[in-house]
């Protein structure tokens, strides 16, 4: 696959196809402060640039797991600079986090609302910040990027009967030949792979990664198990899914054909290209509630193993996207295309009318993927879309037999 | 459920297997399942083939949906992609809507909205 274009380089060695400015609350009670000094820039469709993004984490309990993301996302490649926004009181360890920002080569400033005198004058400050390190950043080094240096994640959410059969399948193909290509593909979700587990088994690279593999989702459907609801929103059963079973299969397919070489948990980054499966469900007793409460929980987590941007395919028609990396909307139902086209980057609905074949959509999702790593927005991009959740969650390390050797 | 590792292999290869004098609009993904997939709404009162049988259905049935290739009795498992997805709780006769109301997840039990829409994918 001959394909390349001009990303970002960072001090790290990384290489990045956005050069965002975050602007981080580190607690809810910052939240709209760190939104108010984005505002200039965030919305497109209120005829900002798209590349000053708000995100953070609302709670004021200490988490490690918490503090690993927003880590991961700030010294994330698509990331050019960081504005922290601190209230003063809350209890997330802002100085560590500003140090590892600044370890990583990037510009980063912190912005505690108490000390700067309140809401108007931190609002004031943090824009002015923004506005010189956006122009400082724009003259960024660039560098040559191809699929070998791409890490590209796949979520369906919004799911129906059509997903299983258009838009996964087809995201599988395109995850095969990026693959191929040495690109890094990572797709999830282990509560929604229940009933999958032996068959992923023999697809790993080794027997003990395969028994890390259906351990993981043996782990999932005991935690989805005491919480008594499995992943399964009632859309999905307006859309003519009837189980969680049902639906995993259908979700399986946007894994393609590839070996299995490795098992992620939340910020692990893939060391060598091939297919990797995020672990998404916590360790250890069930605490903290639901293991992701949305799909956006989960996209941030893709983007926090790396994830340059992530394939989203729907069926009943999401129209989110996400902070700090890219979402390509596949749209797998005909009838939702028809109705919402603006949302939507690809139409894999036309594969149920006959109109086209997996490989067909499968190509024009990779030409879509390049695209977007050139700078081309996507739909949600150029709408807006920069949602973004962080909650509670805990992990432990993954163990030795997860990871390919290098 | 993936323990149908012959069948597996054949998943989303774009290759559907055939169902000889089925309406086109109804998609068989494996020779071994007992249901067919909505490829286009059908409306109420309207006649499809499955496998030669003409069948009238008694309600809209939406893009997406699940209708019973033959008959299939209470507690057989549901096969489709050739992998069972869950087993029914009511018998069904060929042509038959299978979803929520007659059949059951073998994990979890699905949670969904006290109404019709789930049913007839009346809103979709």
Known sequence: MNRAWQGWARQDGRKGVRNLVAVVYLVECARHVAEAVAAPWRDPLSGGTGDVQAMGFPGCYPSAYGHRMLERLLTHPNVGAVLLVSLGCEGFDKRRLAGAVEGSGRPVEVLTIQDAGGTRAAVEAGRVYVERIRTEIAEGPRVEMTPADLIVGTICGGSDGTSGITGNPAAGRAFDRLIEAGAACIFEETGELIGCERHMAARAATPELGREVEGAVHKAARYYETLGHASFAAGNADGGLTTIEEKSMGAYAKSGRSEIVGLLKPGDIPPTGGLYLLDVVPDGEVRFGFPNINDNAEIAELIACGAHMVLFVTGRGSVVGSACAPVIKICANPETYARMADDMDINAGRILKGEADLDEVGGEILDAIFATAGGASTRSEALGHQEFILTYKSFEPIGPACLPRQ | ?124
């Not at chain 2, 590792?5 to 989303?12: E, I, P, R, V």
């Not at chain 2, 286009?40 to 009162?45: E, G, H, N, S």
């Not at chain 2, 006769?93 to 997840?105: E, I, Q």
């Open chain 2, 1 to 124: 459920m993936c323990d149908q590792n012959a069948s597996m292999k054949d998943q989303g290869n774009g290759k559907s297997a055939m169902s000889v004098n089925t309406d086109k609009r109804l998609i068989l993904l494996d020779e071994t399942d007992n249901v067919l997939v909505v490829a286009a709404t059908l409306r109420a009162d309207e006649v499809v083939n499955i496998e030669g049988q003409p069948i009238t259905l008694h309600r809209r049935i939406g893009v997406g949906h699940k209708l019973a290739r033959r008959a299939i009795a209470v507690g057989e498992t549901v096969l489709k992609y050739g992998a069972p997805i869950g087993s029914m709780t009511e018998a069904v006769t060929a042509g038959g809507h299978v979803h929520v109301h007659n059949m059951k997840s073998d994990y979890i039990p699905t949670y969904t909205h006290d109404n019709q829409a789930a049913f007839t994918g009346a809103s979709s």
